[in-house]
């Protein structure tokens, strides 16, 4: 396989972080994200539960220790996260709310589908409270950023469209909207409450397309 690049890598990031200058996820959410990574994750060896993962966007697989080596969560000395360890455990134990999953596809869709998500929020300099209030670009205290879509469906478009083009398998529309809607406290849409900052390019293309 050829080497990773430095926006494989640092789009993996994102995809479990979050956007860059935003509050890294609390312990719950974390765990959380872990869990959504473990069920993306496919079994290479059964005994030990070793996985591989995924590179959220172009799809290439990379071994479980390497690939938490990328995003954080392992040493270069090879120490995994505990709270990473702990969770896997837990997960395949069958012990979290989550039932453990050995190879499916849908997971990984989902998987798929949020890393997207988090990479369109990441490109976005407008902010919301969690009570879905629109705030300008600086308000970097608030964790969930508001991407520019009307809709669901609409930002499904994009990522159906992203997604063929680099021919990557991706998810339906109803588990790419059951993924964004799951993560409200970290991306609204630009419909919330308040007045969403756009240029003046995008404001004639509005105007354009209400004309049309």
Partial sequence: MDKLTLYEIHEARVAFWGAPGTPAPKNNARRERIVDLLKSGTVVELESKQLCFQMPLTGRTVCEKSYLRLIGLAAMDGTINRQY?????????????????????QPRLTQHAKSYIRMQAAYSDTYATPDGVVLGAGDVEYAVRAVPYISAAAFYLDYEAFSKEHTLEYAK????????????????????????????????????????
Avoid: I, Y
């Avoid at 790419?176 to 406290?185: E, G, L, R, T």
């Fill in 85 to 105: 360890s702990r969770t896997k455990n837990l997960f395949h134990k069958g012990t979290l709310s989550e039932k453990p999953v050995t190879a499916g596809r």
């Fill in 173 to 212: 529309r109803k588990t790419f909207s059951n993924a964004f809607f799951s993560m409200k406290n970290e991306v609204r849409l630009s419909d919330s409450k308040g007045s969403f900052q756009t240029c003046d390019v995008c404001n004639n293309c509005d105007d354009l397309l209400k004309v049309s």
